[in-house]
């Protein structure tokens, strides 16, 4: 296990030409933390994810995962290391041509080494964890709603028991009553499974209700990871548009409206109530 932070991106710089993405970006991911990575269009969210997953190599810098630096690892280490986190893609990214037992199988199969028995009871645990039964996992994905898919998504990015979870946009394609639900299910995963999650999301009623740290990219680096009231209280104007706007008072407003008695943002820490007073101050 682990013992420090479980990923850890020291002066990651990114240029493409001419083109600088990311420039001496720093960011600590501690294990059991909810953190989630925000910024405007072209902010570099996407570049620090592929990097972090070894999908892309910085032109400089060290990213590391579980204290591994992920550019000079072995292909068999980065392979093992892989198995220690599961991916929850934006629209799900099922293979449409395998039933939701099968997609949820897949990984499973890769291993090689599993029973069929192991699999089966396997897969059908994963697809309890996330609220579906038997009947569902014979299902294709074209025959599932959209929640079903994130759902079926989700149980294969936990099917090898990952002590890490990536979440691109959880709740995107959802209603509000199903994306309520959802950020629900990934509340209490991460809290009986004891993961570590890295969200990339857009959406601030799952912002607020699930971070526990908050890292903003802007200016082409993190500006500030920290908790959510911390980074409200932050200047700097893509805070001030995408936290204390029209739209962050609205989802504001749509959150005290869902759970007037419940602070609208970490469990733990005691700093909701707090994040409120922030947002409901005028003219900021």
């Known amino acids: 296990m682990t013992t420090g932070p479980i990923i850890e991106l020291q002066d990651v710089c990114m240029r493409f030409e001419r083109n600088v993405i990311l420039e001496n970006l720093n960011l600590v991911v501690q294990p059991g933390e909810i953190l989630s990575m925000v910024g405007g269009s072209g902010s570099g969210k996407t570049t620090v994810l592929r990097q972090i997953l070894g999908l892309q190599r910085p032109t400089s810098g060290t990213v590391r995962v579980f204290g591994e630096d992920i550019e000079h690892t072995s292909a068999q280490k980065l392979q093992a290391l892989r198995q220690r986190w599961g991916m929850l893609f934006q629209h799900g990214a099922l293979f449409s041509s395998l039933s939701a037992f099968e997609n949820v199988a897949l990984p499973l199969r890769e291993l090689r080494y599993l029973s069929q028995d192991l699999i089966r009871d396997t897969v059908l645990l994963k697809l309890g964890m996330v609220d579906l ?152």
Do not use: Y
């Open 133 to 284: 039964g038997p009947a569902d996992a014979a299902k294709m994905p074209a025959d599932l709603s959209g929640g079903m898919v994130k759902r079926v998504a989700l149980a294969r990015a936990l099917a090898l028991e990952p002590e890490l979870l990536f979440l691109d946009e959880p709740t995107a394609g959802l209603d509000p009553d199903m994306s309520e639900t959802f950020v629900s299910l990934i509340r209490s995963l991460h809290r009986e499974l004891k993961l570590t999650v890295v969200m990339v999301t857009h959406d601030l009623d799952t912002l607020l209700a699930l971070s526990s740290k908050i890292a903003v990219l802007a200016d082409k680096h993190v500006i500030i990871n920290a908790v959510p009231t911390e980074v409200i209280a932050f200047e700097h104007p893509f805070i001030k548009n995408f936290f204390l706007g029209a739209r962050g008072r609205r989802a504001l407003e749509a959150l005290d409206t869902a759970h007037p008695s419940e602070p609208p943002a970490m469990e733990e820490g005691g700093n909701g109530n707090q994040e409120h007073k922030i947002l409901s101050k005028p003219n900021q």
